[in-house]
């Protein structure tokens, strides 16, 4: 399955697009523990995951990540398809709706 990552910049005129905000995210190192021990991985096997799947952003170069903890689980799953629907934003799907129950997150938007 082949995902399409966000541009980071406007097709039609080059200039750099904002990062998106995701609602639901965390930093590095409130990530590290809970998804650490829940799947017995390594902080650089997180940070690996986080960049391989583009599962963060930056307000700024130099600011600290910001991960989509949805999307995190999912990739420790290895669910491809819910991380793919997720990034269509249908957060109404059953495979979605099951991580963001999971993680206690609510799925209503700002």
């Given at each position: 399955?082949?995902?399409?990552l966000p541009?980071?910049?406007?097709?039609?005129?080059?200039?750099?697009?904002?990062?998106?905000?995701?609602?639901?995210?965390?930093?590095?190192?409130?990530?590290?523990?809970?998804?650490?021990?829940?799947?017995?991985?390594?902080?650089?096997?997180?940070?690996?995951?986080?960049?391989?799947?583009?599962?963060?952003?930056?307000?700024?170069?130099?600011?600290?990540?910001?991960?989509?903890?949805?999307?995190?689980a999912m990739?420790?799953?290895?669910?491809?398809?819910?991380?793919?629907?997720?990034?269509?934003?249908?957060?109404?799907?059953?495979?979605?709706?099951?991580?963001?129950?999971?993680?206690?997150?609510?799925?209503?938007?700002?």
């Amino acid at each position: 399955m082949t995902t399409t990552l966000p541009a980071k910049t406007a097709p039609e005129t080059g200039k750099s697009l904002r990062p998106l905000y995701i609602p639901q995210a965390i930093t590095v190192q409130r990530a590290i523990d809970p998804f650490r021990h829940d799947y017995n991985v390594s902080e650089d096997t997180l940070r690996g995951l986080v960049i391989k799947h583009r599962l963060h952003n930056q307000t700024m170069p130099g600011a600290p990540w910001r991960i989509s903890a949805p999307e995190l689980a999912m990739a420790l799953d290895g669910d491809h398809e819910a991380l793919a629907r997720l990034r269509q934003d249908d957060r109404e799907h059953e495979d979605v709706v099951r991580y963001f129950r999971r993680l206690g997150i609510p799925l209503e938007r700002a």
